[in-house]
């Protein structure tokens, strides 16, 4: 089987980032989610909070970035490289350095942060989206948080929100459009086993296309 870099793009509460560790662990190699918070926040030298208050959560909010540009972490004054970029853009600028270095490395799986964006020019890169029916993601929101079916319906549609605001924002496609990724799959439909199942496979195809 070729080596290859997956990204896994996910709507919240659909079990994505747990297909994404099943498929790590099947073929023997790293899955990437909040570690690469840790990796951006070492590289760039902001602390990890930022990273972990920005995560997928763009801003809209001029002031708020020009209030944040202004000031450094510590409450100093920034130098001036950093005062022509919002707080927000440094940020997913770092994470999307993090993510180039580590597919650097080797055969990986990264969840989310726009990784498919940031490794557009690999050619070995496979990406896919993980969605499930509203009934599912909201049974697993019930079970992980303790929700009633209000609360978990509430809260995955501010979460999905969120996250086709941070896609769509940072790159030149649309989040959850099939035309994004090379596969989605519904987890519904298949389970976290039948996902790998589909994403090994494909990338099977793939290895026998180009011989």
């Known amino acids: 089987m070729g ?10 509460g659909s079990d994505g980032k747990n297909v994404g ?7 023997g190699i790293k899955c990437y989610d909040k570690e690469l918070l840790t990796e951006a926040a070492k590289q760039s030298g902001f602390c990890e909070e930022i990273f972990e208050n920005h995560d997928e959560r763009p801003t809209s909010s001029f002031l708020y970035s020009l209030v944040m540009d202004t000031y450094s972490i510590n409450g100093y004054a920034s130098s001036a490289p950093f005062l022509d970029m919002p707080l927000n853009h440094k940020v997913f600028l770092a994470q999307f350095e993090a993510i180039k270095k580590i597919a650097a490395e080797g055969p990986c799986v990264l969840v989310g ?6 490794l557009a020019e690999n050619p070995n890169c ?5 969605h499930a029916d509203l009934d599912y993601r909201i049974e697993n929101m019930k079970k992980r948080f303790d929700m009633n079916d209000k609360q978990a319906k509430d809260t995955l549609t501010k979460k999905d929100k969120q996250r086709a605001s941070y896609y769509n924002y940072y ?6 459009d099939s ?8 987890i519904s439909k298949l389970g976290i086993e039948g996902c790998v199942d589909m994403i090994i496979r494909y990338s099977e195809l793939l290895d026998a296309a180009k011989k």
């Open 3 to 12: 080596e290859y870099i997956y990204t896994i793009g996910r709507e919240f």
């Open 126 to 130: 496979i990406n896919v989206f993980v």
């Open 171 to 176: 790159t030149s496609k649309k989040w959850g």
């Open 179 to 186: 035309r994004s990724y090379h596969l989605t799959l519904d």
């Open 113 to 118: 942060r726009c990784a498919d964006y940031a």
């Open 21 to 27: 560790i099943a498929l790590a662990k099947q073929l």
